[in-house]
């Protein structure tokens, strides 16, 4: 597994990926957003001058129906069964590799346990975890659910989708690894899928299920945010076919997980 230390660190990066979780926590809390919309729809009647203001309040008015309407629930099941309705459906033939990303700690349990499911029905020799902050724990539960230390690497480098795919095929291109098998969540698999296929994987998508103990509003958040990240990330052009760079990842910054668990 890559080593930790030797991650080639981006500010710049890791700072927009901040600023991107604020923007999409105030977007997702009716509270910050519906009041200014409001003012909006009532300030430019107190403006008699204004020539303007039935435009402004007309358009104050139609982006609050947009945001009520989008925020609903039965909304929020539409696009959540639209973001996988696209999904091409698992074949069940064989990959080089599992690759599941990280997503922080709510969602690992049911990643590992369908990788490990995966990895148990021989349709992969390799399971790969990409993720910073979540490599090295995916790897730790599925070697305590049996699966041999050899069979496991990854890279806790990438904070992004984006990186997740870039280091992974950095890593296991090279190697020879060009069809895997991609486990994430349903609401991030469309975007995910979109970018390793960008970068010349074979992708076949798995879904693992969201976790019961996230609530309706975690569920709406994530679904929200996938919508947002795949206009984001199409308007950057990162669904098109590109090489990945090797720079991407230091090669001396590759050593074997069982290495590591011994130093």
């Known amino acids: 597994m890559l080593d930790p230390s030797q991650c080639i660190q981006k ?31 009532v300030l430019p009647w107190l403006f008699r001058r204004l020539r303007w203001r039935r435009r402004i309040s007309g358009l104050g008015t139609a982006l609050l129906c947009l945001y009520l309407v989008t925020l609903s629930p039965t909304m929020m099941k539409i696009g959540s069964r639209a973001l996988v309705s696209f999904l091409p459906s698992d074949s069940g033939i064989a990959a080089d590799a599992i690759v599941v990303l990280g997503r922080g700690t709510e969602m690992r349990p049911e990643r590992v346990d369908v990788s490990a499911q995966l990895w148990e029905a021989s349709r992969a020799p390799l399971i790969f975890a990409s993720g910073w902050g979540d490599a090295q724990e995916i790897a730790k539960m599925l070697e305590q659910k049996g699966i041999p230390a050899t069979a496991v690497d990854g890279e806790p480098c990438s904070r992004t989708t984006e990186e997740n795919a870039r280091f992974t095929a950095a890593i296991l291109q090279p190697k020879n690894v060009h069809r895997i098998l991609l486990v994430t969540d349903p609401p991030h698999m469309l975007r995910s899928l979109l970018t390793f296929r960008s970068l010349g994987f074979e992708v076949i998508p798995h879904t693992n299920p969201l976790p019961d103990r996230l609530n309706a509003r975690a569920k709406a958040y994530l679904v929200f945010r996938e919508y947002l990240g795949i206009v984001g990330y199409g308007l950057r052009g990162r669904f098109l076919p590109r090489e990945p760079s090797a720079a991407d990842v230091s090669p001396t910054a590759i050593v074997p997980y069982t290495q590591r668990q011994t130093t």
């Open 11 to 41: 500010p710049l990066t890791n700072s927009w990926t901040s600023l991107s979780w604020q923007v999409f926590s105030w977007l997702t809390t009716p509270a910050l957003v519906i009041p200014p919309l409001v003012l909006m729809i």
